[in-house]
C-alpha cells in the first residue's frame, strides 16, 4: 500500500515557475515508478511526465519537454516535478501516481494540487 500527497501548487504568472512535490509513504518507494499527471477544467486527465524506480529514466509530455524536469528522492520518499516557463495552458490539477515495478497501470493516486498560471 502507498498514499501519496501532492503540495506545492499554487497561482503563478505566466513564465513563472513552481515545484510541485509528492511525499509517499511506505518502505518500499523505490519500487515504484512515480508519474505526474494533470487535468483541466473540462479535459480529460493527461500526462506530464514519469521517473523510473531509480531515477536513471525519465519522459515528457511534448507540451512540456524543455520547461518541466521530473526527479526524486528515494531517501525522502519524494518525488517532485519542476515547472519553469509556465504558460495559462498549463494550468490545472495536478496529481502524482505510482507504478509498482514500472508494469501496468498506475495504481495509487494523490489527491491533486491545484496550479493556476494567469497571464
Known amino acids: 500500500q502507498l498514499q501519496l500527497v501532492e503540495s506545492g501548487g499554487g497561482l503563478v504568472q505566466a513564465g513563472g515557475s513552481l515545484r510541485l512535490s509528492c511525499a509517499a509513504s511506505?518502505?518500499?518507494?523505490?519500487?515504484?515508478?512515480m508519474g505526474w499527471f494533470r487535468q483541466a477544467p473540462g479535459k480529460e486527465r493527461e500526462f506530464v511526465a514519469a521517473?523510473?524506480?531509480?531515477?536513471?529514466?525519465?519522459n515528457y509530455a511534448d507540451s512540456v519537454k524543455g520547461r518541466f524536469t521530473v526527479a526524486r528522492d528515494n531517501t525522502k520518499n519524494t518525488v517532485y516535478l519542476q515547472m519553469n516557463s509556465l504558460k495559462p495552458e498549463d494550468t490545472a490539477v495536478y496529481y502524482c501516481?505510482?507504478?509498482?515495478?514500472?508494469?501496468?497501470?498506475?495504481?495509487?493516486w494523490g489527491q491533486g494540487t491545484q496550479v493556476t498560471v494567469s497571464s
Open positions: 501516481a505510482a507504478k509498482f515495478l514500472g508494469r501496468g497501470d498506475y495504481n495509487y
Open positions: 511506505g518502505r518500499t518507494f523505490n519500487h515504484y515508478s
Open positions: 521517473i523510473s524506480w531509480s531515477g536513471g529514466t525519465t
